[in-house]
């Protein structure tokens, strides 16, 4: 065998088998789109295929009977309501299979399934059902594509950077948010009540900044790099985080003032009562 015929024959063994849809509505024309994307060459089959024009490009359609002889595999995509012209084709159904994917109004509302009822229409038809829990916007969307989803979901490689700063940025919320908590707790008149003074002014003053401390590091890190990149600046105005980190910042500046040693001793002494006494009483002494 020569290898243009070898190639003949592989083709011929992938080629796709052709796909007939009866019904050009909504449903009828998004699955023949899905089809003809998966490469199922599809007919369509109507009562009036000249005012048929709202199909796939590639689609053709012939009448019912043209339609059904160029397919073994049928989808049904009518009402019940429509199937009056059904057992007039019942030659062109035998051993082929006829896929209902229709849907009633309401639940009960015929005493037999469609299929069912399909099935007493057409009986050498093999009927079977399917796509009832699918809508046609879900096939027009792509949403049930699962191997196009996988290919637009790639893998990104790992920031180690950017997964750093983010488990920081929630661990210092949290934190922050905890102590903010307890602040507020030890605030009603129910608990300062019971917690001595030493206690409730350690809360209160240590406890109060390191809260603060928290949650300026917290909004820090949410801007990161932020302040670096002009596009940031709109209307060359500072981002919303950077105004509302001045206040905390300036209390922390100060704070950080205050608690130098030398500094300290001397706020100390004020607060325990010192008092600096006049050059002329420092010269007499």
């Not at 003949?8 to 449903?27: M, P, R, S, W, Y």
């Not at 940025?169 to 908590?181: D, I, N, R």
């Not at 002014?201 to 820090?220: D, E, I, M, N, Y």
């Amino acid at each position: 065998m020569e290898i243009s015929e070898m190639a003949a024959v592989g083709g011929n063994e992938h080629k796709q088998e052709t796909i007939c849809i009866l019904g050009t509505g909504d449903f009828g024309h998004s699955l023949g789109m899905r089809l003809l994307k998966s490469g199922y060459p599809v007919v369509f089959g109507s009562r009036s295929p000249q005012e048929s024009s709202l199909l796939p490009s590639c689609a053709q359609i012939f009448t019912h009977t043209e339609a059904l002889k160029k397919a073994k595999i049928i989808f049904l995509a009518v009402h019940r309501e429509n199937y009056d012209f059904l057992p007039a084709l019942s030659s062109f159904l035998d051993g082929k299979v006829l896929v209902d994917v229709s849907n009633n109004l309401r639940k009960n509302q015929y005493p037999e399934s469609n299929a069912q009822y399909l099935s007493k229409l057409v009986p050498k038809a093999i009927v079977v059902k399917g796509f009832n829990t699918v809508s046609a916007w879900a096939l027009q969307s792509g949403s049930l594509d699962a191997n196009k989803q996988s290919k637009k979901n790639k893998t990104m490689e790992l920031n180690k950077v950017q997964s750093w700063r983010v488990d920081v940025y929630f661990a210092l919320g949290m934190m922050g948010f905890g102590l903010y908590v307890l602040l507020g707790i030890t605030s009603l008149p129910s608990v300062s009540n019971v917690v001595n003074w030493r206690e409730f002014r350690f809360v209160q003053s240590k406890l109060g900044h390191v809260t603060l401390l928290l949650c300026t590091a917290h909004t820090a890190v949410y801007g990161w790099d932020r302040f670096l990149q002009s596009k940031r600046y709109k209307w060359k105005l500072p981002q919303a985080y950077m105004l509302g980190m001045v206040i905390p910042c300036i209390v922390l500046v100060l704070k950080l003032i205050l608690i130098t040693p030398c500094v300290d001793r001397i706020v100390t002494k004020i607060r325990q009562g010192w008092e600096r006494k006049p050059k002329h009483k420092q010269a007499l002494v």
